[in-house]
């Protein structure tokens, strides 16, 4: 079962900062967070991911609390091609069991 | 490397037939995952391999679902007398794992319409 739990959809105006919450209350110390993005009729794209730290790379912020008991992903300056749906997951991410165990994730609509 | 591709892209097919996907991943990764994923939903397990081992396979791998990976590079998903609820998109995905990874890298998957 997925151990994250995500709004189901949202909206965010083209140009702006779209920030796609995420809770993971019980997370353990060794797992990370994962972001992924499927645009429609495609596969589910890698977006980022982190442990404690924020995190930045050339698609998106990753903002962790201390508690490490949410995250929050940041698109910096939305376009109409970040419309997708976004599926936040946590993963050990050294485990001989490791696979990736999705949600129903969010989606994200960018308004023009 | 043209990323993990998946043949064919469409299929439809009448309940009771016999389908087979194929999968080939990133050259250099050596594990394969197999996902279902029906409208509205988000993709679910299906198997996965590292090399040409099968280490799991999901409770929803009836037996009428096989997978294979003979040589550790690409994979087939065969689903036998086919019924109307196995309609889905199926994916694939490899990955590197050899510890921190960058995550997988899915193909555009392959949807299956039993009619």
């Known amino acids: 079962d997925a151990k994250t739990t995500q709004p189901t959809s949202m909206d965010c105006a083209e140009g702006r900062a779209a920030n796609l919450p995420c809770n993971h209350s019980?997370?353990?110390?060794?797992?990370?967070v994962y972001w992924y993005r499927q645009i429609h009729s495609q596969g589910p794209q890698y977006i980022i991911h982190?442990?404690?730290n924020n995190e930045t790379n050339e698609m998106a912020s990753l903002i962790i609390t201390e508690d490490r008991k949410s995250s929050t992903l940041i698109l910096p300056h939305a376009t109409l091609r970040d419309t997708a749906v976004y599926y936040c997951i946590v993963r050990l991410d050294i485990s001989p069991d490791d696979k990736i165990i999705f949600g129903k994730g969010t989606r994200l609509h960018i308004l023009p | 490397d043209t990323g993990v591709s998946q043949d064919p892209r469409h299929k439809i097919t009448k309940r009771g037939q016999n389908v087979t996907f194929r999968c080939d991943p990133i050259?250099?990764?050596?594990?394969l995952y197999w996902y279902r994923q029906t409208l509205g939903q988000g993709p679910e397990f299906l198997t996965y391999?590292?090399?040409?081992?099968?280490?799991?396979k999901s409770r929803l791998l009836s037996d009428r679902f096989s997978a294979e990976r003979p040589k550790g590079s690409f994979s087939t998903l065969e689903i036998q007398r086919t019924e109307q609820g196995d309609s889905a998109m199926y994916l694939c995905?490899?990955?590197?794992?050899?510890?921190?990874?960058?995550?997988?890298?899915f193909g555009s998957g392959t949807r299956l319409t039993v009619v």
């Open positions: 019980t997370i353990s110390g060794n797992e990370y």
């Open positions: 391999f590292q090399n040409e081992a099968q280490l799991e």
């Open positions: 050259s250099e990764h050596n594990r």
């Open positions: 995905a490899s990955s590197l794992f050899q510890g921190a990874d960058d995550g997988y890298t």
């Open positions: 982190g442990l404690k």
